[in-house]
C-alpha cells in the first residue's frame, strides 16, 4: 500500500494517548454534567439558546487566488475554506443536460478532527456530507442558466468543533456569491443538537458527540441541521441523525429557521466589504492607468518633436 510521504505516517497499530486519559475513560453521565455548568453556560461561556454565529463569527472572501470564489468561514474552533471554480463542461455526458449541476467535494484535514486522525483517502463520512452540501446548494442555484454545464465546489475543513456541515454550507453559499454565480437568494445554515430536554444550538464537538452516543433509546437525541432561503423564506434542506419525536422536530425548525435568519446580516456585510474593497481597487488601477496613459501620451509627443526637428 502506497504511503503519503507528505506528512508522519505512524503505525497503523498503534493506541492513540487519548484512550489512557481521564477524559476517555469518564462515563457518559459524567461527560453529560460538564457540558453545562451551575450558571446554566456551556463550555464556551454560551448560552443553550446562543450560536456562535452572533459572538464568534468571522468570515472573509478571496481566499484562494486560483478560484474563482472562495470564502473562509471560522466558528471559534469549527475553520471551513470554500473554493467554487468556473463552469466545465459535464465530464463523460452522452446526453445532453437542461439544468447545469453542482459538483461537490468535502474533505477533513488529516489534523482537524480531535478524536481522529483523517486518512489521506476520502471515507464515508466525506461522502455523506458532499451528498448532503450539494442538496442543500441545488436549490438556491440558477442552474437552468448554464445547461450541460457544472461548478465545482470543494470544502476543506481545516479544524472540526461542531456543526461542520452548517459552516460549509454558509461559505459554500458565500463562495458562490463572491464568484458571481446565479442564485435565487443567499443561503445559510445552522445546527443543533438535542440531549433530552436540552436543544444547544450550534453546538461543539463535544455536544455533538454525546447527542449521537446517546445510551437512552427512549430519549430525544440526535443532531439536526437546516439550510434555508431566507428572503424567499424557503427550507433548501433537512439532515437529521438521530432519534426525536414530531414535537421536537417542530421546535428544532423553528429555532433553526431564526438563526438562519440571523445569519444573513453577517454574510451580507462580508459581501458589501468585498464589494467596496473591489471598487477602491478598481479606482485606484484606473487612475494609474490614466497616469501611465498621460505619461506615454508625453512621451509620444517629445519623439514627434524629435522627428520633426531632424
Not at 487566488?65 to 475554506?81: D, F, M, N, P, R
Request: charged share 25%; with cysteine; hydrophobic share 40%.
Amino acid at each position: 500500500m502506497p504511503l503519503d510521504y507528505r506528512r508522519f505516517n505512524g503505525p497503523e497499530d498503534s493506541v492513540s494517548y487519548k484512550r489512557f486519559t481521564k477524559n476517555y475513560l469518564k462515563t457518559y453521565d459524567e461527560l453529560y454534567k460538564e457540558l453545562v455548568n451551575e450558571s446554566g453556560l456551556r463550555q464556551d461561556g454560551r448560552a443553550l439558546d446562543e450560536a456562535r454565529s452572533m459572538c464568534m463569527f468571522f468570515a472573509r472572501t478571496d481566499m484562494v487566488s486560483q478560484a474563482k470564489g472562495s470564502a473562509y468561514i471560522e466558528l471559534k474552533k469549527t475553520k471551513v475554506v470554500c473554493s467554487v471554480f468556473d463552469p466545465r463542461e459535464i465530464p463523460h455526458q452522452n446526453e445532453f443536460s437542461q439544468l447545469g449541476q453542482l459538483y461537490c467535494e468535502v474533505k477533513y484535514a488529516p489534523f482537524s478532527c480531535p478524536r481522529q486522525r483523517r486518512p489521506h483517502a476520502p471515507d464515508q463520512e466525506e461522502r455523506a456530507l458532499s451528498v448532503a452540501l450539494r442538496q442543500a446548494l441545488e436549490p438556491a442555484v440558477c442552474r437552468h442558466l448554464f445547461p450541460n454545464y457544472q461548478v465545482d465546489i470543494f470544502i476543506y475543513i481545516l479544524e472540526h468543533d461542531g456543526a461542520c456541515l452548517a459552516a460549509a454550507i454558509n461559505a459554500a453559499g458565500l463562495a458562490l456569491a463572491d464568484a458571481a454565480v446565479p442564485m435565487y437568494d443567499l443561503i445559510t445554515a445552522c445546527s443543533l443538537a438535542v440531549i433530552g430536554e436540552k436543544i444547544f444550538v450550534d453546538p461543539t464537538e463535544a455536544e455533538e458527540h454525546l447527542a449521537v452516543i446517546s445510551p437512552q433509546s427512549n430519549v430525544n437525541h440526535g443532531i439536526v441541521t437546516m439550510s434555508a432561503l431566507s428572503e424567499l423564506k424557503q427550507i433548501s434542506d433537512f439532515t437529521q441523525t438521530g432519534s426525536m419525536d414530531v414535537e421536537c422536530i417542530t421546535k428544532a425548525m423553528e429555532v433553526l429557521q431564526k438563526e438562519c435568519e440571523q445569519i444573513v446580516p453577517n454574510i451580507q456585510k462580508v459581501l458589501v466589504a468585498n464589494i467596496v474593497k473591489s471598487y477602491k481597487q478598481r479606482k485606484v488601477l484606473e487612475e494609474e492607468a490614466k497616469e501611465r496613459e498621460v505619461a506615454l501620451n508625453e512621451k509620444m509627443n517629445e519623439w514627434k518633436s524629435l522627428l520633426n526637428a531632424g
